[in-house]
């Protein structure tokens, strides 16, 4: 059961691997009404040269493999259907695709890394990936994104019966890079998959994290942390699409902003269909705003179609520095530029904390602390 | 040896006036008791000396050791010597206790602590005011109780050792023991002799535990009577009804 083969929600209508099936947005449309289009360098618009300069690399563990394979293969497409029209042209362009696979029960004791790393802005670059986990398996995968381009890109991962899928994926661009990527986790019986996605660099992200369940029993948890600095655009659109019962789902997207035109849009999407008693789901998502000129557009919806749920609730909130906790810490001699900068990495660190991988959580850390040094 | 002087000070929140001309010395050695109905300006007080954004200086002067406390960042009260114990501490997410108090040390000594003298210090400190080891890595005052909020604003009295300290209700929300470790805690603070208190309280009941050198009454935003602690058995048994009446 794909994304194809029901009526979508109010606000997922459209699921086709045929571009002709998608106009051209022209901003006026509820799916692309944050996005500042003339910016997106012709992804869009069909305009855009494919002749980008973007590199994709993959180191994997032993017993993993991973193959560049042409877009006949029947793996390619299996769970996502590209759902806007940005993600049909990289689903329409893209050249080779990756499928990493990591077979039936193993348990891979390092990473999988899939660097993409941008040679330039002159035309665009289009990608595939596919990472299959194959049943009770255990894997971990980072994607890194850096250098400059202007990306346009779709990821499956499969995760099979039982198994478990980590992924943490790092924009941590030049700050003149265009990315649009959809990334979808198709979850089959308790399976269980943990994404973390940290959004640092671009002048324009756009990242569409999805998740479906084709049996019961699966467990997604979504986490996400963005530093969004002045004239930057980083747009994160979560969907969780219930259609199994006594399934989970966990968003906790979180981000913070400072300086002039620095925007972050954040639209959470949860549908519980009919089918889908028993579930299980809770989205959020907080910003912080550091100074003026900056702006947080936050929407959660929730759509509830049986009345038969374990759980269902959402938040959003988006607000200044708390005075008082200012307050407190510079009362006892902390200097305000200390005090704010732990509050800060207080209210991100939480979530940082959860990033399974050592590596990556230092880094993402450290990444922090330097956009709060700025 | 410190004093902390308040001239004549008035405080304004929101263009109203809470202080109409506060005067008050606290010297080390010393234990003053502010006492008072609600309403009073008894925490106004000790927020505008701390520094608190939401109040307005609109008159006099707050002196720690001659210098002008309100020529001063919050910070830098603090560092001169200041604290405030709070009487509701804010919970700060994601802000580690011991995070927080090494922070706090760091910046009013100047340097970072020795990490094994620190360890040490902080062991003992909680201890001695029954908080649970576990504290150290939770959130600031995240989910603490009404207890431990102030049991830990007391820890942090005893590890940062200012020159002059005001507890605000530091005694509200407290059951008898609490209130008992709460008390010894400031006692030990006081115990070298080196220190001023200045306590804020809408209850003679923990002055039972903390002897007051001074009582002072505090209604319609000044002081209207002082004296030594038998003012104090006085408000027990009469209550505050006489000063309200008197200032409105």
Same mark, same amino acid.
């Given at each position: 059961m794909g994304l194809n083969e029901k009526p979508l929600s109010t606000l997922h209508e459209k699921a086709s691997y045929d571009l002709a099936d998608f106009a051209v947005p022209t901003g006026r449309e509820e799916a692309w009404r944050f996005t500042p289009l003339s910016r997106l360098k012709g992804l869009h618009n069909g305009k855009a040269e494919v002749t980008g300069q973007a590199l994709t690399q993959v180191t994997t563990p032993a017993g993993v493999t991973a193959e560049w394979v =042409? !877009? =006949?293969?029947? !793996?390619?497409?299996q769970a996502y259907v590209p759902a806007d029209r940005v993600s049909a042209q990289a689903y329409s362009a893209f050249e080779k695709a990756l499928v990493v696979t990591v077979p039936k029960e193993a348990t891979p004791d390092e990473p999988i890394r899939v660097e993409v790393r941008g040679g330039g802005l002159d035309g665009a670059t289009y990608g595939h990936v596919v990472v299959k986990v194959g049943p009770l398996a255990e894997a971990v995968v980072i994607i890194e994104h850096q250098g400059s381009a202007v990306y346009a890109d779709n990821v499956e991962f499969v995760v099979g019966d039982g198994a478990t899928l980590k992924v943490v994926s790092l924009q941590d661009w030049e700050d003149d890079a265009v990315h649009v990527s959809h990334h979808h986790a198709q979850l089959a019986k308790d399976a269980t998959f943990r994404s973390f996605v940290a959004t640092l660099g671009g002048d324009l992200v756009r990242l569409a994290p999805s998740v479906s369940y084709t049996a019961p029993g699966g467990d997604a948890d979504l986490s996400g942390l963005y530093f969004v600095d002045a004239g930057q655009h980083l747009e994160h659109r979560l969907l969780v699409d219930h259609s199994q019962p006594n399934c989970k789902s966990n968003v906790d997207y979180r981000g913070a902003l400072q300086g002039e035109r620095a925007h972050a849009v954040w639209i959470g999407d949860v549908i519980i269909r009919v089918e889908a008693e028993g579930t299980d789901t809770y989205e959020l998502n907080r910003n912080l705003i550091l100074t003026d000129g900056a702006r947080a557009d936050s929407v959660p919806n929730l759509e509830i179609l049986t009345g038969e749920v374990a759980g269902a609730g959402h938040a959003s909130a988006s607000g200044r520095l708390d005075d008082e906790h200012i307050f407190y810490l510079q009362a006892r001699g902390i200097p305000y530029d200390q005090a704010r900068r732990l509050v800060i990495k207080g209210f991100l660190g939480q979530l940082i904390e959860k990033i399974q991988v050592d590596e990556i959580r230092e880094r993402v850390l450290g990444a922090v602390e330097a956009e709060l040094a700025r | 040896m410190s004093t902390l002087e308040i001239r004549d000070l008035k405080v304004a929140v929101e263009d109203k006036e809470i202080l109409r001309g506060v005067n008050l010395t606290v010297k080390s050695g010393q234990t003053h008791a502010i006492m008072g109905p609600n309403g009073s300006g008894k925490s106004t007080l000790a927020y505008a000396i701390a520094g608190h954004p939401k109040y307005t200086i609109t008159g006099g002067e707050v002196l720690l050791d001659g210098v002008d406390l309100l020529e001063l960042s919050v910070d830098e009260r603090a560092r001169a010597g200041l604290f405030l114990a709070m009487q509701y501490p804010v919970e700060v997410p994601g802000v580690s206790v011991s995070n927080f108090l090494r922070s706090a040390v760091t910046a009013i000594q100047g340097e970072a602590p020795k990490l094994r003298q620190f360890a040490k210090d902080l062991k003992s400190g909680m201890d001695s005011l029954a908080i649970d080891a576990a504290f150290a890595q939770r959130n600031l005052n995240e989910g603490f109780s009404g207890g431990e909020k102030k049991r830990h604003e007391i820890l942090q009295l005893e590890l940062l050792k200012p020159k002059i300290a005001v507890l605000d209700e530091t005694d509200s929300g407290l059951d008898v023991d609490a209130l008992r470790v709460v008390s010894e805690g400031i006692n030990r603070f006081r115990a070298t002799g080196e220190t001023g208190v200045l306590l804020i309280t809408h209850y003679t009941r923990i002055l039972r535990y903390v002897k007051p050198d001074f009582v002072h009454v505090f209604a319609g935003g000044r002081i209207v009577e002082e004296g030594g602690a038998e003012l104090a058995d006085k408000l027990e048994s009469e209550g505050y009804e006489q000063y309200t009446k008197a200032s409105a």
């Open positions: =042409g !877009r =006949g293969d029947p !793996r390619i497409g | -």
